[in-house]
């Protein structure tokens, strides 16, 4: 198993920028894909970014291209979540996750409890 703690999470204007980070502990840090998910008020909980198990690959979701970036450093077992020109529809609770597999679906096996983003407009 993995245990997924975020940070970085904050109050930000619009237009600023926020490095969320994921430490994960456990063996095998490099096994496991990891992503992004956000919930905003109201709303249902909803896939960010992704990255593979070495970094050489990432996705996004449309919407998001261009102002956030997922990096992972397997060294020290931590995935980022670097967050620019922040809007205020940005706003949400900002959950990292890990998976064993690629999974078409989305999904994973694994979640940390979230940090909190707010932007002010």
């Known amino acids: 198993q993995v245990q997924l703690v975020e940070s970085g999470g904050g109050l930000v204007q619009a237009g600023g920028s926020l490095r969320l980070s994921c430490a994960a502990s456990g063996r095998d840090f490099n096994t496991y894909v990891m992503g992004w998910f956000r919930q905003a008020p109201g709303k249902e909980r909803e896939f960010v970014a992704r990255?593979?198990?070495?970094?050489?690959?990432?996705y996004y979701t449309d919407s998001l291209k261009g102002r956030f970036t997922i990096s992972r450093d397997n060294a020290k077992n931590t995935v980022y979540l670097q967050m620019n020109s922040l809007k205020a529809e940005d706003t949400a609770v900002y959950y990292c996750?890990?998976?064993?597999?690629?999974?078409?679906?989305?999904?994973?096996?694994?979640w940390g409890k979230g940090t909190l983003v707010t932007v002010s407009s």
């Open positions: 996750a890990a998976d064993k597999r690629l999974r078409a679906d989305y999904g994973m096996d694994y």
């Open positions: 990255i593979n198990w070495s970094g050489g690959r990432t």
